[in-house]
Nanobody, 120 residues
Framework: QVRLVESGGGLVQAGGSLTLSCAAS????????MGWYRQPPGNKRELVST???????NYADSVKGRFTISIDNAKNTVYLQMNSLKPEDTAVYYC??????????????WGQGTQVAVSS
């Protein structure tokens, strides 16, 4: 069974920084995509950033230049470095994983979410 363990959320003042991490474990043959979505209070879940094949990155316009996604392939862990945080970054952040298992099937998994709160 594949699991995602998220960490790094918390409360920070505007202008501050946080780093989220998400570690995948279990029967993973190949990681295709790892990334982060977020759900602000009262809003729908939205894309923050993804990294594909360990190389190609994608960012929401609202976080470009402030957030950086990276992956440690040896640890199957994705990180989201968040700088210059704004109150509008307040949300529950969800890790996502798209992977190929040893049976050749593509799977998608979501983490349980970690809260990020930015005070003004």
């Amino acid at each position: 069974q594949v699991r995602l363990v998220e960490s790094g959320g918390g409360l920070v003042q505007a202008g501050g920084s946080l780093t989220l991490s998400c570690a995948a474990s279990g029967s993973i043959f190949r990681i295709d995509v790892m990334g982060w979505y977020r759900q602000p209070p009262g809003n729908k879940r939205e894309l923050v950033s993804t990294i594909t094949n360990g190389v190609s990155t994608n960012y929401a316009d609202s976080v470009k230049g402030r957030f950086t996604i990276s992956i440690d392939n040896a640890k199957n862990t994705v990180y989201l470095q968040m700088n210059s945080l704004k109150p509008e970054d307040t949300a529950v952040y969800y890790c996502t994983l798209a992977y190929l298992d040893y049976a050749g099937r593509t799977n998608t998994l979501w983490g349980q979410g970690t809260q990020v709160a930015v005070s003004s």
